[in-house]
C-alpha cells in the first residue's frame, strides 16, 4: 500500500472523479427521480385493475429504495471524500466546518435508514414472562 501525501491525493482525486461521475449517471439521486411512475401508466386512469394496482405499488417500493441507496451512496462518498481533504491537511475550511459537515451527513444517512427501515427502530417489547422452570430460561443446573 503506498503511503503519503501523494497516495491520499489520488485517492482524493479518485473521490472527486467518482461522486462527479456518479452525480451525472443515470444511478443519481436526480436522475431516478425522473422515473417515477405514478397508477395510470400501468392501465389507464379511472379503470379497475388489481394487478396494476400491485405492480405499482412493487414499482413505487422498488423505485423508493434505489432513491434511498442513490442518495446515501452520494454521501458515503462525499463524506470519504472530507475525510481525505481532512487527512491530507489540504482542507480550507476549519476542523469546526469539517466536523459539521461529517455530523450533517451521518444525520442525513442515518434519517435515510431510518425511512427504509422503521421497524429495526422500535424499542423491543420486554419479556414479562416469569419462568419457573430453569430448562424453560434456558439456565443451566450444571
Known amino acids: ?6 497516495a491520499l ?6 473521490l472527486t472523479s467518482a461522486l462527479t461521475s456518479f452525480k451525472e449517471s443515470a444511478g443519481s439521486e436526480s436522475s431516478l427521480g425522473r ?6 401508466s400501468f392501465s389507464g386512469t379511472g379503470i379497475p385493475f388489481s394487478e396494476a394496482d400491485d405492480l405499482q405499488g412493487q414499482y ?8 434511498h441507496m442513490s442518495q446515501t ?3 458515503h462518498i462525499e463524506a470519504l471524500q472530507l475525510a481525505a ?3 491530507d491537511a489540504t482542507y480550507n475550511g476549519s476542523e469546526d ?3 459539521r459537515r461529517f455530523w450533517e451527513i451521518k444525520t442525513q444517512i442515518d434519517e435515510e435508514y431510518q425511512k427504509m427501515h422503521p421497524k429495526e427502530h422500535e424499542q423491543p417489547r420486554k419479556d414479562t414472562r416469569q419462568h419457573t422452570d430453569d430448562k424453560a430460561s434456558g439456565v443451566s443446573s450444571s
Do not use: N
Request: zero cysteines; hydrophobic letters at 35%.
Open 9 to 14: 491525493s489520488k485517492f482524493s482525486d479518485g
Open 60 to 67: 413505487g417500493r422498488v423505485h423508493d429504495s434505489l432513491m
Open 1 to 6: 500500500m503506498r503511503r503519503g501525501a501523494e
Open 97 to 99: 466546518e469539517v466536523r
Open 85 to 87: 481533504q481532512a487527512a
Open 73 to 75: 451512496l452520494g454521501l
Open 35 to 40: 422515473h417515477a411512475l405514478g397508477r395510470p
